[in-house]
């Protein structure tokens, strides 16, 4: 079983930044994506920043030129850089990671992974 895990969370003022991390049991670089999603009470978990094996970026739109993923290989650790932060950003935030396999029947495998989340407050 892979650990997955975050930290960095914490109350920011609006306008502030905030950087997270996260790092696993298994090289970050193992994975074939790794993303950062978001949850609010009430409401379903939202996928706001991702990263292929191929260094493929994609973000939401409502964070789009305000977050940043990326990875470290000396540290073997994913960010999350937020600048602008507003209101709205806070959330509970989630590393997740994916591992795609093939078995020995030639079957795809999707082995999903989450962290146990971090708490980010935006708020004067």
């Known amino acids: 079983q892979v650990h997955v895990e975050e930290s960095g969370g914490g109350l920011v003022q609006p306008g502030g930044s905030l950087t997270l991390s996260c790092t696993a049991s298994?090289?970050?670089?193992?994975?074939?994506?790794m993303s950062w999603y978001r949850q609010t009470p009430g409401a379903q978990r939202e996928l706001i920043a991702s990263?292929?094996?191929?260094?493929?970026?994609t973000y939401a739109d409502t964070v789009q030129g305000r977050f940043t993923i990326s990875k470290d290989r000396d540290k073997d650790t994913l960010y999350l850089q937020m600048i602008a932060m507003k209101s709205e950003d806070t959330a509970v935030y989630y590393c997740?990671?994916?591992?795609?396999?093939?078995?020995?029947?030639?079957?795809?495998?999707?082995?999903?992974?989450w962290g146990q989340g971090t708490q980010v407050t935006v708020s004067s």
């Open positions: 997740y990671a994916r591992k795609n396999l093939i078995g020995v029947g030639l079957e795809n495998l999707t082995y999903d992974y």
């Open positions: 298994k090289s970050v670089f193992s994975f074939n994506i």
């Open positions: 990263l292929n094996a191929g260094g493929i970026e």
